[in-house]
């Protein structure tokens, strides 16, 4: 048998690897190996391993949604700690996934001043965000950590996930923010930016944001 390491292993940009029979012993491994300032994302699920090699656009996209959904908090006035892109993980659920973006929201006092996550003890993140098209993997590693609303914007289009009864229902309302279009304000926005830019369309947003709050 040969072993490869991963550090070994090139994955192209915007790309994913599979590999299977993983143990959850050897899924923390190779977490150890890889270490937490890495390029790639990794997510796991019952044995399976997915590595995924994030491109360019991906990385703009989802600072961008991240900050519109900060943008959000703020002119509601509602507190929120955000986590960003940490592996969250549970061997009594076999899964694992790491999020472009997270927040704790409705749980924020809870995790206010935590450095670390340990959903053994912690509860999962109230919101996670993925870029892209989310795999199988993925998504089954959500369910399995019960993480309660999932965004996933894909081909340009945001869609909602909601949890119920431990899988994802695709919704046109966020529960997080339910008086706002967030589909439409957040898909427009990063259509927008394109042409005008990073600074320019999240002032945009703002303001939508505002009159919308005083409609």
Not at 102 to 130: S, T, W
Not at 172 to 199: A, C, D, M, N
Request: glycine share 6%.
């Amino acid at each position: 048998m040969v072993t490869l390491q991963l550090r070994q292993i090139d994955i192209p940009l915007g790309q994913r690897v599979l590999f299977h029979q993983v143990s959850w012993r050897e899924f923390e491994a190779i977490l150890e190996e890889l270490g937490e300032h890495r390029a790639a994302r990794l997510a796991y699920s019952k044995g399976t391993l997915e590595l995924r090699m994030p491109s360019p656009e991906h990385e703009v996209d989802k600072e961008l949604i991240g900050d519109m959904v900060k943008i959000l908090l703020e002119e509601l006035e509602v507190d929120c700690e955000c986590f960003g892109s940490i592996t969250f993980k549970r061997e009594t659920k076999q899964g694992g996934v790491e999020p472009d973006q997270c927040f704790y929201i409705q749980n924020h006092q809870i995790m206010r001043g935590k450095r670390r996550v340990d959903l053994a003890v912690n509860p999962p993140p109230d919101l996670a965000i993925e870029i892209d098209v989310t795999s199988k993997t993925q998504l089954e590693a959500y369910e399995a950590l019960q993480i309660p609303e999932l965004w996933r914007y894909e081909r340009n289009q945001l869609q909602i996930n909601i949890l119920e009864d431990g899988k994802y229902l695709e919704s046109q309302i966020s529960p997080i923010f339910p008086g706002l279009p967030i589909i439409e304000l957040i898909t427009e926005s990063l259509v927008q930016s394109v042409s005008l830019g990073r600074s320019p369309t999240l002032r945009l947003f703002r303001n939508q944001v505002r009159q919308l709050n005083r409609e």
